[in-house]
């Protein structure tokens, strides 16, 4: 069974960083793509950025310019760096990756922007 666990959350104030990691076990193959999402308070789970085995990126235009996606030397793993974070940032924030077709997700980490 594939377990991802987010790790890196937290408390940040508007206009800070804060760096999410992912990490998946559980299989020897590669895990494409790997995705973040997070899902605010009364809201849906939106998409964030994914990112491909080959490297080919996209996010949501929300987060453009501020995340960036990145996966990890070691296999199965990935990054989200988020700077100039601002309180509508704030949200769970989920992993979320394929393996041949089949989705698996993370338990989801807490990020807060406030002020």
């Known amino acids: 069974q594939v377990r991802l666990v987010e790790s890196g959350g937290g408390l940040v104030q508007p206009g800070g960083s804060l760096r999410l990691s992912c990490a998946a076990s559980?299989?020897?193959?590669?895990?494409?793509?790997m995705r973040w999402y997070r899902q605010a308070p009364g809201k849906q789970r939106e998409l964030v950025a994914a990112?491909?085995?080959?490297?080919?990126?996209n996010y949501a235009d929300l987060v453009k310019g501020r995340f960036t996606i990145a996966r990890g030397n070691a296999k199965n793993t990935v990054y989200l760096q988020m700077t100039s974070l601002k309180p509508e940032d704030t949200g769970v924030y989920y992993c979320?990756?394929?393996?041949?077709?089949?989705?698996?997700w993370g338990q989801g980490i807490q990020v807060t922007v406030f002020s």
């Open positions: 559980g299989t020897i193959f590669s895990l494409n793509p």
């Open positions: 990112i491909t085995s080959g490297g080919r990126t």
């Open positions: 979320n990756a394929d393996l041949t077709g089949i989705g698996f």
